[in-house]
């Protein structure tokens, strides 16, 4: 069969457990013509012979679609009661129990979610803008971001950074703890530093990064709060989005438990991981509607 880029398939030697697009196509030194894949729910780019690949017709994609779906529209309900827990748990306090009826507004933590996919990008603003996370989004290739990193931290001045675009780890490069076996580990680890240059405190600015497979141990020692991937596994495009609204909506009074994060999350303690970390919601009063 030939394919074409832009054909949705799957690999048969992975039991075409992911969906992908074909965004591109290269020749080997051996001469041979391989596929470069876009995973279409996972962050990950991979190559593949064409042999090893199957389409993927539509009805199979509309199915796997809405079983994606599904599995988000659990996460995001779950964030929702977690929000509605913790406002009803504010309301309490700032009105002393309740003897007061003083008004009080919310101040989420702002996030600058910096990614090298244009694609998943816009899909995580558009969550964030359902839950009502404030965000600014820059799409930035996964190469560039530690040259960027300083000048945008002192223009958008977040609470929470997010890291992440693509990676995937190969063993033909190296063993699982060469950080140059991975695609853009070593970028973001980078990134983290940089960042961790202009704030140290692991508290004042909450970092998130990563992508699919990335080497978590190396993310968490630059700086990381929280990180992918533990268990090398494929992480869901949207997983960064959920991890940033809890530690957004969480008061900073409050130290996250990590699980409490990661039960949100798609991809869970496989694919993400973390440490204890402070929430940087604030509440003000009082609060005059125009």
Same mark, same amino acid.
């Given at each position: ?100 009826? =003083? ?6 933590? #702002?996030?600058? @979610? *910096? +990614? ?7 899909? $995580? ?64 680890? =980078? ?6 240059? #202009?704030?140290? @405190? *692991? +508290? ?7 992508? $699919? ?78």
């Amino acid at each position: 069969m030939q394919f074409q880029i832009g054909d949705m398939v799957a690999r048969k030697s992975y039991q075409m457990d992911v969906l992908f697009r074909i965004i591109g196509i290269e020749q080997t030194s051996k001469g041979n013509s391989i596929a470069i894949l876009h995973g279409d729910e996972v962050r990950l780019i991979a190559d593949s012979d064409f042999s090893d690949l199957v389409a993927v017709k539509k009805d199979e994609q509309m199915m796997r679609k809405k079983k994606d779906e599904s599995r988000m529209n659990e996460s995001l309900e779950l964030l929702r009661q977690d929000y509605k827990l913790l406002r009803e748990k504010q309301e309490y306090y700032a009105t002393s129990q309740y003897q007061h009826q =003083e008004h009080y507004f919310h101040m989420p933590g #702002k996030v600058l @979610h *910096l +990614d090298g996919d244009e694609a998943y990008l816009k899909k $995580c603003l558009n969550v964030y803008k359902k839950i009502g996370v404030p965000v600014y989004g820059i799409h930035c290739h996964e190469k560039k971001m530690s040259a960027s990193i300083e000048e945008l931290l002192d223009k958008y001045r977040p609470d929470i950074l997010v890291i992440t675009g693509h990676d995937a780890y190969s063993k033909q490069k190296g063993s699982i703890d060469d950080l140059n076996a991975y695609r853009h580990s070593k970028h973001f680890v =980078e990134t983290v530093q940089n960042a961790r240059k #202009k704030t140290p @405190h *692991l +508290d004042q600015l909450v970092i998130f990064a990563g992508a $699919c497979q990335s080497h978590f141990e190396s993310l968490i020692r630059a700086g990381a709060n929280f990180a992918s991937s533990p268990s090398r596994v494929n992480i869901h495009a949207l997983d960064p989005v959920y991890i940033v609204a809890k530690i957004s909506f969480t008061p900073f009074m409050e130290r996250i438990n990590v699980w409490e994060v990661l039960r949100n999350t798609l991809t869970r303690e496989k694919g993400l991981g973390g440490i204890e970390t402070r929430g940087v919601l604030r509440i003000g009063m009082p609060y005059k509607s125009n």
